[in-house]
């Protein structure tokens, strides 16, 4: 999720004033603290806040989370935020307290301004072997920026990952796809006639009214699932909130692309249909949640990330029919769906260590413990003998095991398994190999077919595919984007580019859903409204400005 940051004018103050007091001295302490600290395994215990929300956590008591512990000798005492960690980050810089450990998604920013993480540079060079393997030539890609080469955060992005699954596209019912005989899914003129056939056939599912399409707009949610789903339909990926020229890398705030004005007008036109979810704009993500898990929502336009503990559901309540299958649906077929554009090595979120760390050696021996080949295959497979047997020299996980990984919405909270440690470190990729052959992770085609549902497989039949991938435009069809994931750049605090930044957010969240529910003939005047609005709020000059920084990004990495 993409998000600008939202500090508040007092906030902002405040760490104006504390940061001068409360952190002056605090690099140089930490430095003397990795040159002093223990190197052994005793125990200690590591504090860190999380501004993602985690329900899975186990508290280091599952049968992983016990083997770290005993590898380790650290316990982690964590903190997650349900908000994104925005609020609570600035108010840690204002005081110039911190924990031991921080992952601050798109925050990271505020907490370098504030002095308040040290360069792991020489902390890697000198005690993280496992990191320096791992990251490779990408090691170049975590330095925070020209001016400042210094090493604050470690990506948990994972490395030379191959993608099996499109993670966004139009989400449509398998039962949709089936009962039509399997319609051609490439423009959204063949996805809304394939809707509006269906709604009409079936106006009710399971005594309830049937909605064609439900939209998210839920605080920063409305990114993902509304506002991120017109770079798709137009042929761009995914930057944050600007799209980025692949030629001379200049960027435009992707609302003032004119086809993007035509897909808004095209959701205009379904909500007109009545095709569009009446609370598209003001329900909370449980209760879309609960919407989608009912079965009548037809479909989605959102990451398959954010629509998981829907599936989850659907499939645990039998309901294999009305889960979604991802679709490569744009505009009109002049526009490629970007889905599998590569950004290269993904960097500026994830971990990073604090001046109030005492014993940073300790912690990034750790954090590379977690990127050791023995750590990474016991996150991903877990503990030989309770979760995969060795047969013939390779792993395999018995079948009861994998019904558990595909059905149990529990088993990474019971077994340590999966993203509650990945979630500190960065780890290999789907596809990546280890020294005896096999992948670090256990997807791979032939899994990801054994966990498809019998629904799934007849759907992939109808199309005359194996995978959903294959409906898409393929890796080797696009450049490696040479800027990265352009949200991932970091915007200087207090800046006139974040001050505009989040004044063009707001006028989105507002304008577009308010194009969206106009009359039809309304829409260019709802529309032309808002493209004024950001003209007035200093759309040009924020272009102009992050124009320079995914400039500087691109020459940075190519040194």
């Known amino acids: 999720m993409k998000m600008f940051k939202k500090v508040s004018g007092l906030i902002v103050f ?27 395994t005793s125990p200690i215990e590591l504090t860190v806040f999380d501004a993602d929300a985690n329900s899975d956590w186990e508290k280091m008591e599952s049968p992983v989370g016990k083997k770290i512990k005993e590898a380790t000798g650290v316990t982690l005492k964590p903190e997650f935020d349900i908000n994104g960690g925005q609020q609570k980050i600035a108010l840690m810089a204002a005081s110039g307290e911190y924990p031991d450990l921080i992952v601050p998604k798109g925050e990271a920013r505020t907490l370098v301004d504030a002095e308040a993480l040290i360069d792991l540079t020489d902390l890697i060079e000198e005690h993280a072997p496992n990191l320096k393997k791992m990251y490779g030539e990408d090691l170049n890609r975590l330095k925070w920026s020209k001016e400042d080469p210094s090493i604050y955060i470690l990506s948990n992005a994972p490395v030379d990952a191959t993608y099996y699954t499109p993670g966004m596209g139009v989400g449509i019912q398998h039962d949709v796809v089936k009962d039509l005989g399997y319609p051609e899914m490439r423009t959204l003129e063949d996805y809304e006639k394939a809707i509006k056939e269906y709604v009409k056939k079936y106006p009710e599912i399971d005594g309830q009214k049937t909605i064609g399409l439900s939209l998210l707009a839920d605080d920063w949610r409305i990114q993902p699932s509304t506002l991120n789903s017109g770079f798709w339909a137009t042929g761009g990926s995914d930057d944050g909130e600007y799209y980025i020229d692949p030629e001379t890398h200049e960027a435009t705030l992707h609302y003032r692309r004119p086809a993007e004005k035509d897909y808004f007008r095209w959701l205009n036109h379904m909500n007109d249909e009545g095709l569009l979810d009446k609370e598209s704009f003001v329900q909370k993500y449980d209760q879309y949640l609960a919407k989608l898990s009912s079965g009548r929502v037809l479909s989605i336009m959102d990451p398959d990330w954010s629509i998981s503990q829907a599936q989850n559901a659907l499939r645990d309540s039998g309901k294999h029919e009305r889960m979604y299958g991802m679709y490569p649906v744009t505009l009109s077929e002049e526009y490629k769906h970007h889905n599998f554009q590569s950004p290269g090595y993904q960097v500026g979120w994830g971990i990073g260590i604090t001046v109030d760390c005492e014993d940073p050696v300790r912690a990034i021996k750790f954090l590379d413990y977690l990127a050791s080949d023995e750590a990474q295959v ?83 039949d109808g199309y005359g595919v194996e995978f959903f991938k294959d409906l898409y435009p393929q890796e080797d069809e696009f450049e490696v984007k040479p800027w990265g994931a352009a949200y991932n750049i970091q915007i200087p605090a207090g800046s006139d580019l974040e001050l505009i930044n989040q004044k063009v957010l707001d006028l989105a969240k507002k304008r577009v859903p308010e194009a969206i529910l106009a009359k039809p003939a309304d829409f260019d005047k709802v529309w032309d409204a808002f493209m004024e609005d950001l003209i007035k709020a200093g759309v040009e000059q924020g272009e102009e400005e992050f124009t320079k920084l995914v400039q500087e990004t691109v020459e940075l990495w190519s040194e």
């Open 378 to 460: 016991m996150t991903n497979w877990g503990i030989e003998g309770e979760h995969y047997e060795i047969v013939d020299g390779k792993r395999v996980i018995p079948a009861d095991v994998m019904e558990q990984r595909d059905n149990d919405k529990d088993f990474a909270k019971e077994t340590g398994i999966g993203y509650n440690f990945q979630r500190f470190a960065p780890r290999y990729g789907d596809g990546t190999m280890d020294s005896t052959g096999q992948t670090y992770t256990i997807a791979s085609p032939d899994q990801i077919k054994e966990s498809y549902t019998d629904t799934e497989k007849e759907v992939l």
């Open 14 to 40: 405040a760490i104006v004033l504390s940061v001068m007091v409360a952190c002056q001295g605090k690099n140089e302490g930490a430095s003397k603290n990795a040159k002093e600290s223990s190197s052994g």
